[in-house]
C-alpha cells in the first residue's frame, strides 16, 4: 500500500511531489547572493534619492583576466 | 460576432424598430467580451446594454499559497498584450511588501521600458485596429454621405503631415495597403525593440523584478533606444495633427457626433513611472511619491479633481458583486483591518476580497458576467469610474493636478503642454492637450494619439537621467532583498488601456491574498449591486446611432467605435440573426468590406 507521502509518481523529497507546489523553481538573485556574496568588482557608495541605494563597479565586474583600472 | 434578434420585450408601438444586437466575442481582452443591445430603430439609439464575460480565469485564486516572489512572472500572464505592466505592478507591490528599493538606473529603465509600451501598444492599437473604424472603406460602408464630405474636405494641417484632403487620410488607414497603416505597424516594430533593450522581452519581460532589473546597463543600451525613440518623435509630430484633423473632422461632419459614447465624467488614473528622488514603495509615505509620479494620479468627476492622494485612491476601491457569477464573501476573514497608516480597510476592498465563483446560466435580469463590479467609494456614492481607455483619464488627471514639470512635459492645471525636440526632418514642436468638453468615443481616440506623445517626451527626460547615472558610474540596477513572514503591499500604475492595481498579503512567507485590478474590469463590468451599470453599457446605452445604413445592413459602427475607444478589443467575427428566423453570418474583421454577408435559412 502507498504511503500517504508519495502520490502515484512521485517520491517526497523528488521534484514534482505535491509538497512543492507552489514553490519557485528558478535560481533567485537574493538566494545567490546569501551563498556565494557580491559579485567581485562590485561596491556600494553612497544612498540617493528616498534612500536608494546605489553601487558602481571596477574592472573586475567586466573581466577576471588581471583586471587593471585605471589611475585616479 | 453579432447577433440581432426581434426583442421579445418590445412594445407594440416600437414593435418593428427595436431589435437585440450581440456582439460576441469582443475579442483580446481578459476573459472574453460581449456587447448585448437593444437597438431603437425609430429612435436610432441604442436602448439598452448589458456588457459580459463569459471566461473565469482564476488567478486571485490560484496565487495563494505561492512564492511572492513568482508574483511578477505569474500575473504578467494575465494578458498578452500589457502583460509587463503586470509585471511592473507586481514588483511595486512587492518593493512594498519586502521593503525594498531598487537604485535609481533600475527605476529609469523601467520607466523606459513602461513608456516603450505605451508608445508600442497605443500606436497599433489606434492606428492599425481603431483607425479601421476611421478608414475609407468602413466609412462608405457605413456613412457614404460622409465619406463623400471627407473627399472634399482639406485637411487643416496638411503641412504637417502630408495628407491634403480629409479623405487622403481616411484612404491612409485602409487595413494592409493604406500608406499610414503600413508605416504604423512599422513603429509598433521598432517601439517593441525599445521595449525589449530595457525589459529583456515582449511581453512577459525577463529582466524585471522587486528591486529592480537585471538588465546590463551600458551607454550602447541607452544609445540604441535613443535613436528609436528620436524616430518615434518625428512620427509624432505627423501623428498627432493627423488625428486633430480626422476627429474634428467627424465632429463637423456628423453634428451631435459628441453624444457618441458620451458618459458622465467619472476618470480615474493611478498613475505611472515612479520617480526614484521621490519614492521609497513605503505605504505611510505613498500621498507624497505617488504626488510625484510622471503621470499624476487622480479621480476626477464631473471635470474636478477629486484627490490625487494614492491612500485615498487605494482605501476608496471596492469590489461589488450584484450581476457577477461569484458568491458574496460577507462575514468571511478579513486580511487587512487597517492600512499601515492605521485607517480602516473595507471589506469589499481588494485586500481583504475572497473569489467565490458560482457558474450559472446568463440572466440579464440577475447574474450576467464573471467580471465584478470594482467601484470608488467617495464616501457617500460607490463611483462606476472609468479610465478612458487609459490616456483620458491619465491627461485629465495630470492636467488637472498641475505637478508634472519636466521641461519636455508641463501640466498647467487645464492642459498638458509637450515639447518635442528637434528631429531628422522637422524642428522642435510644442503640441497642447487641453481638457474636452465631454468624456466621449471621439476624445477618447483623441487623448490616446496624445498621450503617445506625452510617453515619449517622458521617455526623453528619463534617458537623461538614465545616462546620467551611467556617466557618474551609479550602474548598479538591482538591490537584494528578503521576504519577510508576514506582509502586505500594494501597486499601483497605468495599464496601457488604464488603472492597474495589485494587492498582496503575505502569510509564513508565502502569498495569502493576491488581487489584481486590470483596467477592463473597471470598464466592462456589469450592473452592481445598487442596479449601476458599468462604463462600458453606460456609454453605450442612449448612444445616438449615426450609421446611415438600415437595420439589414446595419454594422453597429457607433456603438464599435465607442466600445472600441475604451480599448478593449475588436470583433473578429459576427454573426447576425435579424427577426423571421432568417440568418445573417458575416466576418467583420478589421478588413473593413472584405467580407460580404452571408445568408441562410
Redesign the interface.
Known sequence: MASHEHDSVTQKGEPGHPEN????TTG???DV??KHGKEPG?Y??EE??????????TLRDQTGVDPKDPKS | MVIATESARETQTTRSNLVEMHWDPITRIVGSLGIYTKIDFGQRKVAECHSTSSIFRGYSIFMK???P??AHFITSRICGICGDNHATCSCYAQNMAYGV????LG?WIVNLGEAAEYMFDHNIFQENLVGVDFCEKMVRETNPGVWEKAAQTEAPHARDHGYRMIGDIMKSLNPFEGEFYREALQMSRMTREMFCLMEGRHVHPSTL?P?GV?TVATIQLFTDYLTRLMRYVEFMKRVLPMHDDLFDFFYDAMPGYEEVGNRRILLGCWGSFQD?????FEYK?MTR?GRAMYVTPGVVVDGKLVTNDLVKINLGIRILLGSSYYEDWKGKEIFVKNDPLGNPVDEKHPWNQHTLPKPQKRDFDEKYSWVMSPRWYDGKDHLALDTGGGPLARLWSTALSGLVDIGYIKATGNSVVINLPKTVTKPPVTFEWKIPKWSNTIERNRARTYFQAYAAAAALHFMDEALKEVRA????T?????VPKDAIGCGFTEAVRGVLSHHMVIRDG?IANYHPYPPTPWNANPRDVYGTPGPYEDAVQGCPIFEENGRDKFKGIDIMRTVRSFDPCLPCGVHMYLGDGKVLEQVHSPIAGAAAPMAHE
Open positions: 507546489v507552489g514553490k519557485s533567485r538573485g537574493e547572493v546569501k562590485r556600494e557608495v540617493k534619492g528616498a534612500g536608494r541605494p546605489a553601487g558602481k563597479s | 499559497g505561492k512564492d516572489r513568482d528599493k531598487p537604485p535609481h527605476e523584478y528591486g537585471g526614484p528622488e521621490v519614492c521609497n509615505d511619491w558610474g551609479h550602474t548598479k538591482w538591490e537584494p532583498f528578503e508565502k
